[in-house]
């Protein structure tokens, strides 16, 4: 049985029908697709938040290319950032970036670079401690805080740093400006030029899914929630299901759920312990909706799709329908706009009336200067809950207290974004669903929790432990000099030597004493060859090679750095030629 009639419950389903098996399928909504469904409005169609189908998976590949076919078109990809009145291209493109920023804020973006990359944060449990060592905070704060804290509703400096390492893979500013000249050679997920997508957005993949499922002789049932979940130890027995406000209990041997784990939590029966319905509870996610528009103009702008960082206004993206695929307008005189508003259910912008939110859409467009309100002639709002699973401060301790005592089920798997509260994409979701239908059909041992946002994910933690060898290795070839201990050395050296240099003149006396080491006063005021000399000079050598040995281990290390540097440049220039995208 599965739970969930999105990719990864959907993905699961197909899988299963392969192996002979005939799949229970409810899904809560009246569409298929999950947040990948496609709304439909008066012919028009609008994809919730913009998927493009472009992966590193080969199974995933395969599926989406059997199921659909011709169906899919081949696109090219063209985003840019909204800010401060300007269109920024992303990826980045030398001359639009300079004007955009101006030479004196570009200039002030490398010194802040240089100056994270020399002094970073130590740690980075944040991800703005994870942005600023590798962007530098101006550019955290130009194009970084506004936009992230619009999507999740918190403060940069409570959102965790495994957000940012998951979605912003390899990428610095270092990347950025190198990528701006050349083209890369590794093509990197998140920089596609060009992906696939259906002919009528990603709902057409699924609901081709869907029919496929049942054409091999499993059921979908939509409008179908699942109320109860009922247990014996570690098993699941049963579920109850209210579908089209009837309720009915239904058997099986296995389940796959993508349903949000902590709503698996709390419709267990009988409930689960204390303290996993309070880490249920910690969990939260980030909600949008998105005010669907049509436009009296053919061609407002040509982008995919455009991330608005001004927080002058409340959109957070705006989708361009027609550039995904001209089949999902009807007419071609006419365009259709997505505005995503990212907010958590129940606030303001959700409570919204939809009569409200489309007013709004319109004056926003208008006032970022895409399309005239007088050139909107309809509109409609859709709402997507549990969006994004939040990585908030304490998460963590949270997920794996449940991924504990879910993996103790016998026959439950839990897949997909929200059944794992991992920010994964579309592919990565299905990957889940295949993978779990392996376990349970072929007894493999998949990790389910393991799927990253990177089909290398094997190899890029192999690349990570080669990286930390390797850094172990220079660590301990190059030592770098402590300035202060150096210093501290030195100047300790020095003074005592001093000190016991006029000690042995003294004692020594005579007509003439220590001439030579007298002339030490032109430089030491204060200073001479007496018993009070001594006890100053050794604060005088103390001092002076203090200094002499800060300086010489700061000069030591500054060499080293850039020797370091320009090595570790020559060999980047070979793999580094890359573009760059945020989102």
Known sequence: ??????????????????????????????????????????????????????????????????????????????????????????????????????????????????????????????????????????????????????????????????????????????????????????????????????????????????????????????????????????????????????????????????????????????????????????????????????VNQPDPFPDNWIYIHSPEVKVGRIQNFKSWSPEMVPDPAKSSLGLEYFCTEGDEVWAMPDADLVALAKQEVERIGLARQADVEDGCVVRVAKAYPVYDSDYRPHLERLRGYVDGFANFQTIGRNGLHRYNNQDHAMLTGMLAVRNAVLSEKNDLWSVNTDQEYHEEMERHDLDQLVQTVVRQAFTKLDRVALGLSIGATAGVLLFLATLVLVLKAGADIGPRLGLLSQYFPGYTVTPEGAALGLLYGFAVGFAGGWFVAVLRNTALFLYLAVSQHRAERQILKRLLEYF
């Open 1 to 294: 049985m599965v739970v969930g009639g999105g990719p990864a419950g959907l993905t699961a389903a197909y899988e299963l029908t392969k192996f002979g098996h005939r799949p229970l399928v409810f899904e809560k909504l009246d569409t298929v697709g999950g947040l990948a469904r496609t709304a439909n409005y008066k012919g028009f169609h609008f994809d919730m938040g913009g998927h493009r189908f472009f992966t590193k998976v080969p199974e995933v590949h395969k599926m989406w290319h059997e199921v659909l076919g011709d169906d899919f078109l081949r696109r090219p990809r063209l985003s840019r950032i909204y800010y401060r009145g300007k269109f920024f291209n992303y990826p980045l493109k030398p001359f639009n970036a300079l004007g955009g920023l101006g030479l004196l804020e570009s200039i002030l973006v490398v010194l802040s670079y240089l100056r994270w990359h020399l002094f970073p944060y130590r740690h980075e449990d944040t991800f703005e401690q994870w942005v600023t060592n590798r962007f530098g905070r101006r550019l955290f704060l130009t194009f970084f805080k506004t936009y992230t804290e619009k999507v999740w509703g918190i403060p940069c400096s409570t959102l965790k740093a495994e957000w940012a390492a998951q979605r912003i893979k390899d990428l610095s500013l270092k990347t950025a400006v190198m990528n701006m000249f050349f083209k890369p050679k590794r093509t990197i997920k998140t920089l596609v030029e060009e992906f696939d997508y259906p002919r009528l957005g990603p709902g057409m993949m699924w609901n081709a899914v869907k029919q496929e499922v049942e054409r091999r002789s499993g059921f979908v049932h939509l409008r179908s929630d699942v109320l109860r979940i009922h247990r014996t130890g570690n098993r699941i027995d049963s579920l109850v299901v209210r579908c089209d406000g009837e309720e009915r209990t239904v058997t099986a041997t296995d389940f796959i759920s993508s349903m949000p784990i902590t709503e698996f939590i709390k419709k267990l029966d009988p409930p689960p312990p204390p303290e996993i319905l309070q880490s249920a509870s910690r969990l939260t996610y980030r909600d949008f909706l998105t005010v669907c528009l049509v």
